[in-house]
Nanobody, 129 residues
Framework: QVQLVESGGGLVQAGGSLRLSCAAS????????MGWFRQAPGKEREFVAA??????????IIADSVQGRCTISRDNTKNTVYLQIHSLEPEDTAVYYC????????????????????WGQGTQVTVSS
């Protein structure tokens, strides 16, 4: 089992920035691909970003909706993955969820919710105009 706890959400004005954190415990963090998703009221959960294992390094994937405004990073020494979003817009208002799956070789669709086995409880981000 992997436990994921998100933090860093809150109320921010449009144009501001936030850094979300997701702390993992329970298994060897460096063996897991990590993703961020978000769910706005009345909408389906959508992919935001992923930090996946690529040999000794990390590969990052960013959704088109936040491309250029979003950075994902991971610190394996702290068992934590971060999501930084700049130039926040009211449309970014959502509950942001962290997700994990044990890395596997071969093709993986990191943009799909079904890829991930473990999920956090989410952290609310509200962007005021």
């Amino acid at each position: 089992q992997v436990q994921l706890v998100e933090s860093g959400g809150g109320l921010v004005q449009a144009g501001g920035s936030l850094r979300l954190s997701c702390a993992a415990s329970g298994r060897t963090f460096s063996n897991y691909d990590m993703g961020w998703f978000r769910q706005a009221p009345g909408k389906e959960r959508e992919f935001v970003a992923a930090a996946t294992i690529n040999g000794p390094g990390t590969n990052t994937i960013i959704a088109d909706s936040v491309q250029g405004r979003c950075t994902i990073s991971r610190d394996n020494t702290k068992n934590t993955v971060y999501l930084q979003i700049h130039s926040l817009e009211p449309e970014d208002t959502a509950v942001y969820y962290c997700a994990a799956q044990r890395h596997e070789t071969g093709y993986t669709n990191y943009r799909s919710m079904r890829t991930y086995d473990y999920w956090g409880q989410g952290t609310q981000v509200t962007v005021s105009s």
